[in-house]
């Protein structure tokens, strides 16, 4: 999608080891989220962050830990993984409330497979 | 508690058949619902972003409203390639109040049949 980029699109790991997805940004946006989608779930908000090194946490955020060192990347972490973080992520981008009819724009989707 | 439901979960229509998908809300410092279609392998595309009770917004087959509780997309004489998950978003306060977060529906499965 353009001005968002998740890499990488696909990854198979092994339970307990540490995963890192990224997600770059050429918009210059405020707001970067996670999402995790799962079958039966939705859309579900692992963190987000509202500016340089400002994140906080979402519904479902056990297990993963994010930074935003500068603002077009946003990295979030998975520890030690496990086969319950199995899913779908997508990476979103948002100018915040203050811009007139604003809308949040998603990146591609990385799908993560943890055995 | 913020939630976000929608309905119905699935929905089956043949061309040309008009329907409409619901999207119900409870949040607090609401600043926004957004609506967006995902086809199958794909992100979230946006829709409509609508703000205040009794708005409207209108794109080709589809208009989306909103109430103080609640949200319509209607979708007029749909045709196959409308086929998608419809999702809604709510934009509100998060607990602590100090900032904005976007929480989701479980969406609509539309299939559109010729």
């Known amino acids: 999608d353009a001005g968002i980029t998740q890499s990488p699109r696909h990854k198979v790991t092994e339970t307990g080891t540490p995963v890192t997805l990224r997600c770059h940004q050429t918009?210059?946006?405020?707001?970067m989220y996670w999402y995790r989608q799962d079958p039966g779930h939705g859309l579900r908000l692992i963190h987000y962050?509202?500016?340089?090194?400002?994140?906080d946490k979402g519904e479902v955020s056990d297990g993963y830990s994010v930074s935003r060192s500068k603002t077009e990347d946003f990295l979030l972490t998975l520890e030690s993984a496990t086969s319950s973080q199995t899913s779908v992520y997508f990476c979103?981008?948002?100018?915040?409330?203050?811009?007139?009819?604003?809308?949040?724009?998603f990146g591609s989707g990385t799908r993560l497979t943890v055995v | 508690e913020d939630q976000v439901t929608q309905s119905p979960e699935a929905l089956r229509l043949q061309e040309g058949e008009s329907s409409s998908l619901n999207c119900s809300y409870t949040?607090?410092?609401?600043?926004?619902l957004f609506w967006y279609r995902q086809d199958p392998g794909k992100g979230p595309e946006f829709l409509f972003t609508l703000y205040s009770a009794g708005e409207e917004k209108e794109k080709e087959r589809l208009k989306a409203t909103l109430t103080k509780k609640e949200s319509f997309l209607h979708i007029t004489a749909p045709k196959p390639e409308d086929s998608a998950t419809y999702l809604c978003a709510v934009n509100h306060r998060n607990s602590g109040g100090s900032n904005y977060k976007l929480t989701f529906g479980k969406g609509t499965l539309l299939t559109v049949n010729p």
């Open positions: 979103a981008i948002g100018a915040g409330v203050d811009r007139v009819n604003y809308g949040y724009t």
């Open positions: 949040v607090s410092g609401l600043r926004g």
């Open positions: 962050s509202y500016g340089v090194k400002d994140t």
């Open positions: 918009e210059n946006h405020r707001y």
